[in-house]
């Protein structure tokens, strides 16, 4: 979809539209008073105060309308610069208002404010010439706002919008947010039954059911034996840890405002752990180590918490509670280009295994103006970025790069993959850190005897197994590859008086062999079952009758096929698990 905020044409059009949605809802609802009406990336909205009065999804085709009324007779749109006593008189009636102006600073701010025919705002602008160039717009929803963003204030109306210079942009646009619905990976969770969500649990807090727990410990086997065949060693560590665990590690300093807050247990205090490498370090610094014993790569499976702000949570995709695919690998300085390789093969395989093809390498690195965010060491940044640089120029990997997007600790490349609708999203990660092996005094004796600090590769393939759950949910529309999907094949006997025996013996051999089978023995006609086994996408349904039980064959349809095929059960049992073996996407 199209970044509104990023293209400047775009950006005022859909500004100018917000303040025709306020003109129309003054219109409609003379009481009204607003708040802010910004551009962001979907479009526009504005937050809105109609008092008693509740905006409804129905309501916003009337407001449509008066918008398109408005539009019509063509006003002209002036700007005039006031002074911050003229905007206060202006605005005496608007509290929303007055807020905003008692807070600017007049000595360095520019006061304006845009009148189109009977309609006045505050804003900085720019708009376009008249109202007449805005006919191309879309109301989307309505929802809540706190004031402020703050849960203590009072609640706003929010009203989203979306509007383009031409009918035909409008209406691909249109397309892909209905394509995205379809997508949502909320609305497909639900159908199939993968995740919930409860408040008694608390948002950003998922509940992973029967199905999404198949789904998620298949992909954890999957990426294990990954790990195993490279060399890593998996571990498990506490979902907490001190404060002062990370005020040695720095990220107390530099990460506190994303962690939940302190618990004080007997004279200790704890915090819910938001990330795992402090964990590692102290587990690589149990023991001595020699140059001989390096790399050495501590995978774990470890669930994470984060603060996120309650409207920022979205399903699986952005939660509070997380589980990452985590490791860190203990390298000398001469491994570091051998080691960040294998990383990035292992991040293509993986990649090419789901079929992912449209991604793009980012390096990012630290703002050196930005003294807060990072560990202030010039020397140590430049010689990780120019270390970083180096591997990815040798290895010859096309990225960009990125200011201010470093860790706190080190320079790291991200993959940003560009999923089948909405914005990038950045799935794996690898990250060059000198700096946590030197708050931890971790070392290693070389060849010659002497201690030497490693270097630390922070590494996630998956990122976290939430995230790429929703990415491959929403990239599949659930429908899962056979040897990912919860169940893999469902059989209906044709008459359970005469084929049920049959379709249980065929049940009973396909678990003893690992696969996940449902048999639908319900007494419901043979075309109702055939159609809701293909609306829970099971990739292979087996209707058994006659012909099956008297030849030992099973008569096989697809997932979002309409013809069947009869194949010996011998054959069949082949075929499934050489699909599941190889991860095919088809049998």
């Not at 049940?507 to 696969?515: I, P, R, V």
């Amino acid at each position: 979809m199209i970044n509104i905020k990023e293209d400047e044409k775009l950006s005022i059009l859909n500004h100018s539209c917000a303040h025709l949605l306020a003109q129309a809802v003054k219109h409609l609802y003379p009481s009204a008073k607003f708040w802010v009406g910004p551009v962001i990336e979907e479009g526009f909205y504005y937050d809105i105060d109609l008092g008693d009065e509740v905006v409804k999804e129905e309501d916003l085709d009337k407001i449509e309308k008066e918008m398109k009324k408005i539009s019509k007779d063509g006003k002209r749109i002036y700007r005039e610069e006031i002074s911050k006593s003229e905007a206060l008189e202006k605005f005496k009636d608007d509290p929303y208002k007055v807020d905003l102006i008692s807070r600017m600073d007049e000595s360095n701010t520019v006061i304006s404010m845009y009148t189109q025919g009977d309609f006045t705002d505050l804003c900085r602008g720019p708009h376009v010439e008249s109202v007449k160039e805005l006919k191309y717009f879309k109301l989307l929803k309505v929802s809540g706002a706190y004031w402020k963003g703050d849960s203590k204030n009072k609640v706003l109306q929010r009203i989203y919008g979306i509007c383009f210079d031409n009918e035909q942009d409008l209406e691909n646009h249109l397309k892909l947010l209905d394509e995205a619905k379809m997508r949502d990976h909320r609305k497909i969770g639900k159908e199939q039954d993968l995740f919930m969500t409860h408040e008694l649990v608390g948002a950003g807090m998922p509940l992973w059911l029967p199905n999404g727990a198949i789904i998620r410990k298949e992909l954890e086997n999957y990426i294990y034996q990954k790990e195993r065949d490279l060399g890593y060693e998996h571990v498990y560590t506490p979902c907490v840890g001190t404060v002062n665990l990370y005020k040695t590690s720095g990220h107390w300093d530099h990460y506190k405002e994303n962690m939940f807050p302190v618990m004080k247990v007997d004279e200790e205090e704890f915090v819910l752990r938001p990330m795992n490498c402090p964990h590692h370090m102290l587990i690589y610094k149990n023991k001595l180590h020699s140059y001989r014993d390096l790399p050495i790569r501590i995978g774990e499976f470890a669930t994470d918490f984060r603060y996120e702000a309650s409207g920022a949570v979205k399903g699986l995709e952005r939660v509070r509670c997380m589980c990452q695919n985590d490791a860190h690998l203990f390298v000398t300085p001469e491994q570091i280009k051998e080691e960040f390789k294998k990383v990035v093969n292992l991040i293509l395989e993986v990649y090419k295994d789901f079929g992912i093809e449209n991604y793009k390498f980012r390096l990012s690195l630290r703002d050196p103006h930005d003294k807060d965010k990072y560990f202030d060491d010039d020397e140590m940044w430049n010689n990780a970025e120019n270390k970083l640089r180096d591997v990815l120029n040798e290895l010859n990997i096309e990225y960009f790069e990125a200011l201010g997007e470093a860790a706190f600790y080190g320079p790291k490349l991200d993959v940003e993959v560009k999923p089948a609708v909405g914005p990038e999203v950045t799935l794996s990660t690898c990250q060059l850190d000198f700096l946590l092996p030197r708050r931890f005094d971790l070392s290693y004796i070389d060849n010659s005897g002497e201690r030497k600090v490693p270097v630390v590769l922070h590494r996630a393939i998956f990122g976290t197994f939430d995230r790429f759950s929703a990415f491959i949910i929403e990239e599949t529309k659930g429908q899962f590859p056979l040897w990912l999907s919860p169940t893999q094949i469902n059989i209906i006997p044709v008459n359970n008086a005469y084929h049920l025996e049959y379709a249980m013996d065929i049940k009973n051999k396909l678990l003893n062999l690992g696969l996940r089978v449902e048999l639908d023995d319900r007494d419901e006609k043979l075309g109702y079952k055939m159609r809701e086994s293909q609306t829970k996408k099971i990739p292979i349904t087996l209707v058994l009758g006659d012909n099956e039980k008297e030849s030992n064959f099973v008569n096989v349809r697809k997932y979002g096929l309409i013809e069947t095929e009869n194949i010996a059960f011998d054959e069949f049992i082949k075929l499934v698990l050489e699909t599941v073996k190889n991860k095919s996407k088809n049998i």
